[in-house]
């Protein structure tokens, strides 16, 4: 099947116990992690005690209560958030973690509704459906294998893109239980772990567009 990555995005998630109003811009750029006009220019959507949400030209930050997130929307950028995730964790090593999450999301453009068809006839069989239903078809696929006694998990969404007429969204999250809640860990993991996670994402992805002739 011919296909093409069209929109490519990663993003790192930490679980932990976060104070969402002190990840602001100028806060970034007091400690040194973002330049000044960085934090000049930066879109602010929400700041509250609860919520904090701001964007910049290269990434974007949602921190709530208990989640941490950081997303980058062009590959160019990848290493960018590592560098500013592993910078502001480093400052904050009193901050209890439970949990790391590395995810690269891919759209996929596709050559046709029939590949985009089989596609899904490979990875999810219609025929037991076709008992009982009249014109079954994949809207969403969830795929988990767990590793190391459930301390390491990747999981593997499928859906139809909703950002391309014809495409195929194929999610990758690799999650990382946080022994002893200790930022320290999840630093190692992720600076050992982030190009292999983003690597093997991509690779999984084109093994299963591959089975598509």
Same mark, same amino acid.
């Given at each position: 099947?011919?296909?093409?990555?069209?929109?490519?995005?990663?993003?790192?998630?930490?679980?932990?116990?976060?104070?969402?109003?002190?990840?602001?811009?100028?806060?970034?750029?007091?400690?040194?992690?973002?330049?000044?006009?960085?934090?000049?220019?930066?879109?602010?959507?929400?700041?509250?005690?609860?919520?904090?949400?701001?964007?910049?030209?290269?990434?974007?930050?949602?921190? &709530? #209560?208990?989640? @941490? !997130?950081?997303?980058?929307?062009?590959?160019?950028?990848?290493?960018?958030?590592? +560098?500013?995730? %592993?910078?502001?964790?480093?400052?904050?090593?009193?901050?209890?973690?439970?949990?790391?999450?590395?995810?690269?999301?891919?759209?996929?453009?596709?050559?046709?509704?029939?590949?985009?068809?089989?596609?899904?006839?490979?990875?999810?069989?219609?025929?037991?459906?076709?008992?009982?239903?009249?014109?079954?078809?994949?809207?969403?696929?969830?795929?988990?294998?767990?590793?190391?006694?459930?301390?390491?998990?990747?999981?593997?969404?499928?859906?139809?893109?909703?950002?391309? &007429? #014809?495409?195929? @969204? !194929?999610?990758?999250?690799?999650?990382?239980?946080?022994?002893?809640?200790?930022? +320290?860990?999840? %630093?190692?993991?992720?600076?050992?772990?982030?190009?292999?996670?983003?690597?093997?994402?991509?690779?999984?992805?084109?093994?299963?567009?591959?089975?598509?002739?």
């Amino acid at each position: 099947m011919n296909y093409s990555l069209e929109i490519d995005e990663a993003a790192i998630v930490i679980l932990g116990s976060f104070n969402p109003a002190l990840f602001h811009p100028f806060w970034f750029n007091a400690k040194g992690l973002i330049k000044p006009e960085e934090a000049e220019a930066s879109k602010i959507e929400v700041t509250h005690p609860t919520l904090s949400v701001f964007s910049m030209d290269w990434c974007k930050v949602q921190v &709530e #209560l208990e989640r @941490f !997130i950081i997303q980058a929307t062009n590959p160019f950028h990848f290493d960018q958030i590592l +560098d500013l995730v %592993l910078g502001t964790f480093t400052l904050l090593e009193s901050v209890p973690v439970k949990a790391l999450g590395m995810n690269r999301m891919m759209h996929f453009k596709v050559e046709s509704r029939e590949k985009m068809d089989a596609f899904g006839d490979m990875i999810a069989p219609k025929e037991i459906w076709k008992n009982f239903m009249k014109d079954p078809g994949l809207s969403h696929l969830i795929m988990v294998d767990p590793r190391d006694k459930a301390k390491e998990s990747t999981q593997i969404t499928i859906q139809r893109s909703n950002r391309l &007429e #014809l495409g195929i @969204f !194929i999610a990758i999250n690799d999650h990382h239980d946080i022994d002893n809640n200790k930022i +320290d860990d999840m %630093l190692t993991i992720l600076k050992n772990s982030w190009q292999i996670s983003l690597s093997k994402g991509e690779e999984k992805a084109q093994l299963l567009l591959n089975k598509v002739k």
